[in-house]
T-cell receptor
Framework: AQSVTQLDSQVPVFEEAPVELRCNYS??????LFWYVQYPNQGLQLLLK??????LVKGINGFEAEFNKSQTSFHLRKPSVHISDTAEYFC????????????FGTGTRLKVLA | DAGVIQSPRHEVTEMGQEVTLRCKPI?????LFWYRQTMMRGLELLIY????????DSGMPEDRFSAKMPNASFSTLKIQPSEPRDSAVYFC??????????FGDGTRLSIL
């Protein structure tokens, strides 16, 4: 079975500062990895995905993530955040075969301060 | 390209009433998922379909919950009878084979 851990429930950061949101996963088989963002009163929107290939993945809104197999991590980064990045961020994992179920982390609330 | 469409966006009803949530997936997507989101339990997968066939309903909390997908462009999640603890935001998502899931904006359900 797979699991996802997002250790930080909340991350406050000042505008224009860099940010890293942490995600660690556990799986005995190969995985796909995803980051989603949820703005208030909206559904989840895909930020980026890792399926295979380059371990550095670039997504929308200037976000990127790096897949580290040895550390079973998929941390999300942005070099300079904006007020509009304030939202909840979810990491998710699925296996590369069989089901298409996602296992979601508990989310990290990013609050960008002026 | 239209996204996943859910209706209603908000539903307030009294305990014991039947509740029906609706979802129109993105055209061409083979998979449809129903999730529930609460503060206490986070995002939970309730059930998912592949080509209109239920594949895994192990997340459905009780027999009061049922889901159907009569065709490729429509799915319902029904709660009968509803209870206050069913209050949550319910999301529908769809995906193509091997593709990422796309979420609707959700239905905020309040059971009084």
């Amino acid at each position: 079975a797979q699991s996802v851990t997002q250790l930080d429930s909340q991350v406050p950061v000042f505008e224009e500062a860099p940010v890293e949101l942490r995600c660690n996963y556990s799986s005995s088989v190969s995985v796909y990895l995803f980051w989603y963002v949820q703005y208030p009163n909206q559904g989840l929107q895909l930020l980026l995905k890792y399926l295979s290939g380059s371990t550095l993945v670039k997504g929308i809104n200037g976000f990127e993530a790096e897949f580290n197999k040895s550390q079973t991590s998929f941390h999300l980064r942005k070099p300079s955040v904006h007020i509009s990045d304030t939202a909840e961020y979810f990491c998710a994992v699925s296996t590369t075969s069989g089901t298409y179920k996602y296992i979601f982390g508990t989310g990290t609330r990013l609050k960008v301060l002026a | 390209d239209a996204g996943v469409i859910q209706s209603p966006r908000h539903e307030v009803t009294e305990m014991g009433q039947e509740v029906t949530l609706r979802c129109k997936p993105i055209s061409g997507h083979d998979y449809l998922f129903w999730y529930r989101q609460t503060m206490m339990r986070g995002l939970e997968l309730l059930i998912y379909f592949n080509n209109n066939v239920p594949i895994d309903d192990s997340g459905m909390p009780e027999d009061r919950f049922s889901a159907k997908m009569p065709n490729a462009s429509f799915s319902t999640l029904k709660i009968q009878p509803s209870e206050p603890r069913d209050s949550a935001v319910y999301f529908c998502a769809s995906s193509p084979s091997m593709g990422p899931q796309h979420f609707g904006d959700g239905t905020r359900l309040s059971i009084l």
